[in-house]
């Protein structure tokens, strides 16, 4: 059996270490390249103790990231030596787990180097979609999501052909304010915010998954992933989680990928593509009663829907402008700045206030994120 070499770029955070879990329960299948945080050196070195990588990276400024708590493995500073090294013929797969815009850089370096690129970080796919499926394109890299909603998309196009798609239907659960009215909303707090009834979830995903802003993200993310128009892109909200995403064929026929809410199974499909093995997620207990229940979203509830149909619609610079100034709009709401109700309108005003463009070249890309990014920092209503 040949071992997969791995490099788990973002090894700390919530998907990290959910990839970690299943590399530990392939030892003979998988072993792991290089490793990769910005801070959380502690932990970094822990995974480096156990799993061995040949490098562990630091982003981030840290100051008890000593080279002895590393043992053999060689530790590097900075995010530019993660993609220097995820080039190099010793690592088959990366697995794209950093959070935010940071992520972009290293994926793009994967897909350039022809990886097979697991993507978590929907960031990079919503800023720079058109501009990484191309490159992939280009030099034979393989797209695996990671994110259950296009992995369950992904696994539901098998069962068809791609011309014989009519919609993908992206699942929601709503999180902790389904149901809610909009005036409701504007008392929401970040503690109130950061509790979400399904997934456990890194601080920014989850404020995203509260103002459904995760969802717009994932529209977008669909949108380039599997090159459909927007308007072949439905939402319903489903609380229960298990079915993770839908694909419609023209003679009607829906086809749903489900399975309990665990984000080790879509991490190893994606690993493990187009093989499947034993997980170590829970299996279905079909002796217990299941009621699953769909619903359409609420669009006045959670105006930040509209924002990911309409930069799905438009593409261009809008993925890469809503990313950033979401991205602020949350750090602001979580610093008490600006109120739960506001991350939508920030986002909206960012957004429609932008220098459009329909082609923009990765420069274009990155300077828009910062400029988005001063905006929303400077946005009052
Ligand atoms: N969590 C989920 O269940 C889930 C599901 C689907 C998709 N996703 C997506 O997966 C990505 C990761 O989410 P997460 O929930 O795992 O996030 P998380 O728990 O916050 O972890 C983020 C990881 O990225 C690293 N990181 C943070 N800022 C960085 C920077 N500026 N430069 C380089 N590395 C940085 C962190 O290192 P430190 O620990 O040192 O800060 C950590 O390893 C996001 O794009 C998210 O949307 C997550």
């Not at 990313?323 to 429609?352: M, S, T, Y």
């Not at 206030?353 to 828009?368: K, S």
Request: proline share 6%; net charge negative.
């Amino acid at each position: 059996m040949e071992v997969q070499s791995i490099a788990v770029l973002g090894s700390t955070g919530s998907v990290g270490t959910r990839c970690l879990e299943v590399v530990r329960q392939h030892a003979g299948r998988m072993r792991i390249a290089g490793l990769s945080a910005h801070r959380s050196s502690r932990l970094l070195a822990r995974q480096a103790r156990e799993f061995r990588p040949d490098w562990a990276v630091l982003s981030g400024s840290v100051s008890d990231g000593r080279a002895e708590d590393f043992e053999g493995t060689e530790l590097l500073r900075g995010l530019e030596a993660a993609e220097t090294r995820i080039r190099r013929g010793d690592v088959d797969v990366v697995v794209s787990a950093i959070v935010g815009a940071a992520g972009l850089g290293p994926t793009l370096a994967a897909v350039d180097a022809g990886k097979r690129t697991a993507i978590a970080n929907k960031e990079s796919l919503v800023m720079a979609g058109p501009l990484i499926t191309r490159r992939a394109a280009e030099t034979g890299a393989r797209l695996l999501p990671i994110d259950s909603e296009h992995s369950a998309v992904f696994q539901a196009l098998q069962a068809g052909r791609r011309q014989d798609v009519r919609r993908i239907v992206l699942t929601a659960s709503g999180g902790p304010f389904r149901g809610w009215t909009s005036q409701q909303m504007a008392s929401v707090t970040p503690d109130m915010a950061l509790q979400h009834p399904v997934w456990e979830m890194g601080r920014r995903i989850t404020i995203d998954s509260a103002t459904m802003m995760n969802k717009a993200l994932e529209i977008i993310e669909a949108r380039w992933l599997f090159d459909v128009s927007a308007d072949q892109i439905a939402v319903v909200v489903h609380p229960e989680s298990w079915v993770h995403s839908f694909v419609e064929y023209t003679d009607g026929s829906v086809i749903a990928q489900m399975s309990p809410p665990d984000m080790r199974l879509p991490i190893q499909y994606a690993l493990t593509f187009p093989e499947r093995h034993e997980c170590p997620c829970p299996d279905t207990d079909w002796q217990q009663p299941m009621t699953l229940q769909f619903e359409p979203p609420d669009p006045v509830a959670f105006p930040a829907l509209q924002l990911g149909f309409e930069a799905a619609e438009r593409g261009g610079t809008c993925g890469a402008v809503l990313n950033a100034a979401d991205e602020i709009a949350v750090a602001r709401f979580l610093e008490g700045e600006i109120r739960f109700d506001q991350i939508a309108p920030l986002c909206k005003d960012v957004l429609h206030h932008h220098d459009y463009e329909a082609h923009p070249t990765l420069e274009t890309l990155l300077n828009l994120d910062a400029w988005a990014r001063k905006e929303a920092r400077n946005w009052t209503s």
